[in-house]
T-cell receptor, first 115, second 112 residues
């Protein structure tokens, strides 16, 4: 098991373009989370999946943001019509339901820069 | 009031000293508490979790939880320069919610 994998590691896009990020969680983890982190701040929760069901969304997740986990394995996060304020590190994490002590395992993140 | 609050620091301690990091939370029904370490440019990694009042020790790290006072702390004994990082407190703020709420982190600098 290679941990949580995120792709791409870096993305530079022009304002107004759409971007999509991918996350592959640890295989036996059925819970998957997306967070956003800006400089000097802690990670902010965006959304949570249990298997393929999206069970929780933050109010931070505007209608320009959409996330999917179609087969309960990998997940994608799409941002439409990007704005400069979307520039951040987008972190994916996964967890195992029977091992709460283990908390989350984070991926390396996708750093988005909107120019 | 933020749900999870931490002093941003930096907290500077000499090598070999004890570093004490604190975190307060606002929701009395919070159940689970975690400390993560984040090196600059890297993603957070879990150090410890704690659920019950009292102390929990793991190597050089001790987590302390006081639910009545709504604070959780992390002690790092024999601090090393490699411990220099930002330490994030994370709380599961309500039953039924799976997502953790993170504080903004405390930057620790261990001086050689």
């Amino acid at each position: 098991d290679t941990g949580v994998s995120q792709d791409p590691r870096h993305k530079i896009t022009k304002r107004g373009q759409n971007v999509t990020f991918r996350c592959d969680p640890i295989s036996e983890h059925n819970r998957l989370y997306w967070y956003r982190q800006t400089l000097g701040q802690g990670p902010e929760f965006l959304t949570y999946f249990q298997n393929e069901a999206q069970l929780e969304k933050s109010r931070l997740l505007s209608d320009r943001f959409s996330a999917e986990r179609p087969k309960g394995s990998f997940s994608t996060l799409e941002i439409q019509r990007t704005e400069q304020g979307d520039s951040a590190m987008y972190l994916c994490a996964s967890s195992h339901p029977d091992r709460p002590d283990y908390g989350y395992t984070f991926g390396s993140g996708t750093r988005l820069t909107v120019v | 009031q933020k749900e999870v609050e931490q002093n941003s620091g930096p907290l500077s301690v000499p090598e070999g000293a004890i570093a004490s990091l604190n975190c307060t939370y606002s929701d009395r029904v919070s159940q689970s508490f975690f400390w993560y370490r984040q090196y600059s440019g890297k993603s957070p990694e879990l150090i410890m979790s704690i659920y019950s009042n009292g102390d929990k020790e793991d190597g050089r790290f001790t987590a302390q939880l006081n639910k009545a006072s709504q604070y959780v702390s992390l002690l790092i004994r024999d601090s090393q320069p490699s411990d220099s990082a930002t330490y994030l407190c994370a709380v599961k703020v309500a039953p039924g919610r799976r997502a953790l709420t993170f504080g903004s982190g405390t930057r620790l600098q261990v001086q050689p």
